[in-house]
């Protein structure tokens, strides 16, 4: 006796679409319909992702003392700003931060140095402590300051 009945597919019961069950396609009545969700607890629509998050927390007003005055700037640019100032206070590490997100933003090429007419010298522990890259940044700057002025002595002259 065998147990397949003459007439029937040796692969099994096929749907009327000719697929069978269990070779990659669900059953017909098990499937989605369509406009149906596959995901019906998914996240809600008009939630924000993380990026639309973060670009608000960033770009929020916060309140900083500026000249003497309470200011509602951005803050990545108050971030920014007190990056400068520990800079400026000889923090190495938040100086190399600004060189570079200045040369990221193009600040070396679209302005002007400004520089100071007052000296200031670098105490040789501070010098120490300073990346090759960062001084060599220094001594070119030091280097175009010393052509500017030696330009305007002889544009006196």
Request: net charge positive.
């Amino acid at each position: 006796m065998s147990n397949q009945n003459s007439g029937d597919d040796p692969t099994g019961p096929q749907q009327k679409d000719g697929s069978v069950p269990g070779n990659g396609r669900a059953r017909k009545d098990t499937r989605y319909k369509k406009g149906q969700s596959g995901n019906k607890k998914g996240r809600p629509p008009g939630s924000k992702n993380y990026g639309t998050q973060m670009h608000k927390v960033y770009t929020e007003p916060v309140v900083v003392n500026q000249g003497g005055k309470r200011r509602r700037v951005p803050a990545l640019v108050a971030l920014q700003r007190l990056l400068l100032q520990r800079a400026l206070n000889g923090d190495n590490r938040a100086s190399e931060i600004v060189f570079k997100n200045a040369k990221q933003f193009g600040f070396d090429e679209k302005t002007e140095m400004h520089v100071c007419v007052c000296q200031y010298n670098l105490r040789d522990e501070v010098v120490a402590r300073l990346t090759n890259q960062t001084l060599a940044e220094l001594i070119r700057v030091e280097k175009e300051v010393q052509a500017e002025k030696e330009n305007e002595k002889k544009k006196l002259h």
